[in-house]
């Protein structure tokens, strides 16, 4: 049957690869031969090499013997480290010790039982040695692979998790802008049809900038400022001159990463928690720095404020936004949001300054 096929065709190999790396031991144990000075102080050539023929066969019988043993070993079955390394160190000395009667009965040399016992305790040293390194070796290998498996499989976590409130993101951001913009599109197409070409233009912008981002897990700043700023001429024009708007970003910090949407997640927050119940409107306020390798992006609204009874400044928006930073950043990333004087709020983000080099 194919099934048991394979098992014998790969302990048939391990048994070769076993026995051609003992037959290479064994010619470069009998290599020592060949340093000995008195050899070639008493002894013509070829009966150097003639007795290294017989240290070589020697050589050869051990170490074949002790990969024949090893080899079978390996036929057991079991998941343990420490019985592996038992069952390794069992080889070793059953190999040798076999390996050494023959030796010692082709010379006639092995008499007695105290003969084999020293054999026997000297193999073992040397099998509790071999051993000791095997164990010590694949614990370390096993650790390495274990720490390979869980750092994939929290990179796995983290990017699933980080896709899937990103998605809740979008889904949070997409309609109510959507919708309110389509509703008064159509208002403006009957009664302002000039006003209503200009906000469909700043819409489409918005859209054209919104759909490369969905597919990214970083982009520019400067990009996400273009979006916001074709998003707040929208909501301008919706709003009908209740909402002012003044951004301030330095040119060189354009090239910084952030996460996508998450700057929009705290500008729409203060639309329709700050300006939109305010009963004059307000102003809105992105700034950017750096400070100390930190990129720093505030958001600041001048309308209605905190608000126990609306849910401000603690809806999923936000949530989403403190889970990725921390997700991505560590540490590193936050987000505060308090209160501003005299009225409105501040969110503040703070991440990592990663700058991408200029075009």
Same mark, same amino acid.
């Given at each position: 049957?194919?099934?048991?096929?394979?098992?014998?065709?790969?302990?048939?190999?391990?048994?070769?690869?076993?026995?051609?790396?003992?037959?290479?031991?064994?010619?470069?144990?009998?290599?020592?031969?060949?340093?000995?000075?008195?050899?070639?102080?008493?002894?013509?050539?070829?009966?150097?090499?003639?007795?290294?023929?017989?240290?070589?066969?020697?050589?050869?019988?051990?170490?074949?013997?002790?990969?024949?043993?090893?080899?079978?070993?390996?036929?057991?079955?079991? !998941?343990?480290?420490?019985? +592996? /390394?038992? @069952?390794?160190? %069992?080889?070793?000395?059953? *190999?040798?010790?076999?390996?050494?009667? #023959?030796?010692?009965?082709?010379?006639?040399?092995?008499?007695?039982?105290?003969?084999?016992?020293?054999?026997?305790?000297?193999?073992?040293?040397?099998?509790?040695?071999?051993?000791?390194?095997?164990?010590?070796?694949?614990?370390?290998?096993?650790?390495?692979?274990?720490?390979?498996?869980?750092?994939?499989?929290?990179?796995?976590?983290?990017?699933?998790?980080?896709?899937?409130?990103?998605?809740?993101?979008?889904?949070?951001?997409?309609?109510?802008?959507?919708?309110?913009?389509?509703?008064?599109?159509?208002?403006?197409?009957?009664?302002?049809?000039?006003?209503?070409?200009?906000?469909?233009?700043?819409?489409?912008?918005?859209?054209?900038?919104?759909?490369?981002?969905?597919?990214?897990?970083?982009?520019?700043?400067?990009? !996400?400022?273009?979006?916001? +700023? /074709?998003? @707040?001429?929208? %909501?301008?024009?919706?709003? *009908?001159?209740?909402?002012?708007?003044? #951004?301030?970003?330095?040119?060189?910090?354009?090239?910084?990463?952030?996460?996508?949407?998450?700057?929009?997640?705290?500008?729409?927050?203060?639309?329709?928690?700050?300006?939109?119940?305010?009963?004059?409107?307000?102003?809105?306020?992105?700034?950017?720095?750096?400070?100390?390798?930190?990129?720093?992006?505030?958001?600041?609204?001048?309308?209605?404020?905190?608000?126990?009874?609306?849910?401000?400044?603690?809806?999923i928006g936000l949530s989403n936004v403190c889970s990725r930073l921390s997700t991505l950043y560590g540490a590193l990333g936050s987000l505060r949001v308090e209160a501003n004087t005299p009225t409105g709020v501040?969110?503040?983000?703070?991440?990592?300054?990663?700058?991408?080099?200029?075009?």
């Amino acid at each position: 049957m194919r099934p048991s096929a394979l098992p014998a065709a790969t302990a048939g190999a391990r048994l070769g690869t076993a026995l051609g790396l003992g037959a290479v031991i064994a010619f470069a144990l009998s290599l020592q031969y060949f340093a000995q000075p008195f050899v070639w102080r008493n002894w013509p050539v070829e009966e150097v090499l003639e007795g290294w023929l017989f240290i070589f066969r020697d050589r050869l019988i051990v170490t074949v013997l002790i990969a024949a043993a090893i080899s079978a070993t390996a036929l057991v079955r079991t !998941e343990s480290l420490q019985l +592996r /390394a038992v @069952l390794l160190a %069992v080889g070793v000395v059953i *190999g040798a010790v076999s390996g050494e009667l #023959i030796v010692g009965r082709l010379y006639g040399q092995l008499d007695g039982s105290s003969s084999l016992t020293a054999h026997a305790l000297r193999w073992s040293a040397v099998a509790l040695a071999v051993s000791a390194m095997f164990y010590l070796w694949r614990m370390s290998s096993d650790a390495n692979e274990q720490l390979r498996n869980e750092t994939l499989r929290r990179l796995n976590t983290e990017h699933l998790l980080t896709n899937t409130r990103l998605a809740a993101l979008r889904s949070q951001i997409e309609p109510h802008f959507l919708f309110n913009t389509l509703a008064t599109l159509r208002w403006l197409q009957r009664t302002e049809p000039e006003a209503g070409a200009r906000m469909l233009a700043s819409f489409i912008d918005y859209l054209r900038r919104m759909a490369p981002m969905l597919e990214c897990s970083e982009v520019s700043l400067g990009e !996400e400022i273009d979006l916001m +700023r /074709a998003y @707040l001429e929208v %909501v301008e024009m919706r709003m *009908g001159g209740r909402l002012h708007v003044a #951004i301030d970003v330095p040119l060189d910090l354009r090239r910084a990463r952030v996460p996508p949407l998450a700057l929009a997640t705290l500008v729409e927050n203060a639309v329709k928690h700050g300006i939109s119940p305010a009963q004059y409107g307000g102003e809105i306020a992105i700034l950017a720095h750096e400070v100390e390798h930190q990129l720093v992006l505030s958001v600041t609204d001048t309308g209605a404020g905190f608000n126990p009874g609306s849910g401000s400044g603690t809806g999923i928006g936000l949530s989403n936004v403190c889970s990725r930073l921390s997700t991505l950043y560590g540490a590193l990333g936050s987000l505060r949001v308090e209160a501003n004087t005299p009225t409105g709020v501040r969110a503040t983000l703070r991440l990592p300054c990663h700058l991408v080099p200029p075009q």
